[in-house]
């Protein structure tokens, strides 16, 4: 059945404060019916008014701003002039009275945090697709007259990162065992993904998790979001569309990428460790430097299945125009921590002032990077960071062996 031919398209309201857990409800609901009209918000007051427009669910977290969530239902089941409207409830409160106190009011199903994701699913498809129902939607077609520029420049605001290099399920199987999901083990699964490793940092840096020191590593992230937040917001991932790329051309960039990406944080964690300053950090701020690029070609990936064309040298083209504004863009708006940010800037140039050692290891790790397999390495040996370093053609020719 497609979207068209669907007898009745829901209209879900889902409004939770925190944006990693919204993003990954939007996700799950979009991958039962890609067709459903969704109302998202991120505050209880918000939710008030966009209860009027007569959702048919409505997904709510019971810590919310304003009103909360057991307000939002009590105002539910009182106004309600339909049948029951079906309100799931989600909390961070597991503990008996809580769960005793949202009971009259009859919420559809009231799941705790960190959610158990194949429960939500099952809900979902219980509340939102008939017996046998599939409903399938093809991708929106371009606006008529959109150029590349102009769709890239919109895109660049709300990219969703770059593509998947790891297979997140794999990864998820081999990091379980029968004492659940060990963390070290995960890490090791995806430690060379720059998606992965981005998303679970920025969440666990977000208004839910801010306390204590910023998390930096993909090791402290993990440890910070815990094994099943941690599972769910990897498993997500998996869910949005083009997280992989299926365009050849633009795969083969990709691999691209990602190689100059772990080349950049090996060389890294090899000069942190020989400068004695944090080696997973640099490694991580090596490994995510090009992430702009990559955001960039999954983008791309979405204008061809959109119906846009890329004609020869186009890729290249956007590459250089738009690729450092992608990654910019994506650290701000995930709000990756500064030092972080700052060691990622300096592959790409150091700045004035004085120079820390961490921000000379990623300025040469980076040239180290960039240099073609073959090239000489004389010219980065009488560069000032080799200098400042007092690395010789000796040191180098030894780092780049290693």
Not at 210 to 223: G, K, M, Y
Not at 374 to 402: F, Q, V, W, Y
Request: glycine letters at 6%; hydrophobic letters at 45%.
């Amino acid at each position: 059945m497609s979207a068209q031919d669907s007898p009745a398209v829901p209209r879900v309201l889902i409004a939770e404060a925190d944006p990693w857990t919204r993003d990954l409800l939007t996700q799950m609901l979009l991958s039962v019916r890609c067709d459903a009209h969704l109302d998202v918000c991120t505050d209880g007051q918000d939710a008030l008014q966009l209860l009027q427009r007569q959702p048919d669910l409505v997904i709510a977290a019971r810590e919310l701003p304003g009103v909360d969530g057991l307000d939002l239902l009590r105002t539910v089941r009182h106004k309600s002039q339909r049948r029951a409207t079906p309100f799931i409830l989600i909390s961070e409160r597991s503990d008996v009275a809580s769960v005793r106190e949202a009971v009259p009011l009859t919420p559809t199903a009231y799941l705790t945090k960190p959610l158990n994701l194949d429960s939500l699913r099952e809900r979902l498809h219980g509340l939102l697709l008939a017996v046998g129902q599939q409903v399938f939607c093809e991708i929106p077609a371009l606006t008529a007259g959109v150029q590349l520029e102009a769709f890239l420049e919109e895109r660049r605001q709300y990219s969703d990162g770059g593509p998947l290099m790891a297979d997140v399920q794999v990864a998820v199987k081999r990091a379980l065992n029968a004492q659940g999901l060990n963390l070290r083990q995960l890490e090791e699964e995806i430690r060379t993904d720059p998606q992965i490793t981005a998303v679970l940092i920025a969440a666990a840096n977000s208004a839910a998790h801010h306390r204590d020191a910023p998390a930096q590593t993909l090791l402290q992230a993990l440890q910070k979001l815990g094994a099943t937040q941690s599972m769910n917001l990897i498993l997500g991932l998996a869910l949005k569309r083009s997280a992989r790329l299926s365009d050849p051309e633009l795969a083969q960039y990709a691999e691209r990428f990602w190689g100059d990406s772990l080349h950049a944080a090996e060389y890294a964690r090899t000069l942190a460790r020989n400068l004695d300053v944090d080696q997973e950090r640099c490694y991580c701020a090596g490994l995510l430097h090009c992430l702009g690029d990559l955001a960039l070609l999954r983008a791309l990936q979405e204008w061809r299945l959109a119906g846009g064309v890329l004609v020869p040298g186009q890729v290249d083209k956007a590459l250089k125009e738009f690729g450092a504004a992608f990654g910019s863009a994506l650290r701000t708006r995930w709000r990756l921590p500064l030092e972080l940010r700052e060691l990622i800037a300096a592959i790409y140039q150091l700045g004035g002032g004085v120079y820390s050692r961490d921000t000379l290891a990623m300025n040469l790790a980076g040239q180290l990077a960039r240099l073609p397999a073959g090239a000489s390495l004389e010219p980065i040996a009488n560069g000032k960071t080799a200098r400042l370093l007092k690395m010789d053609l000796a040191d180098l020719t030894r780092l780049r062996r290693s």
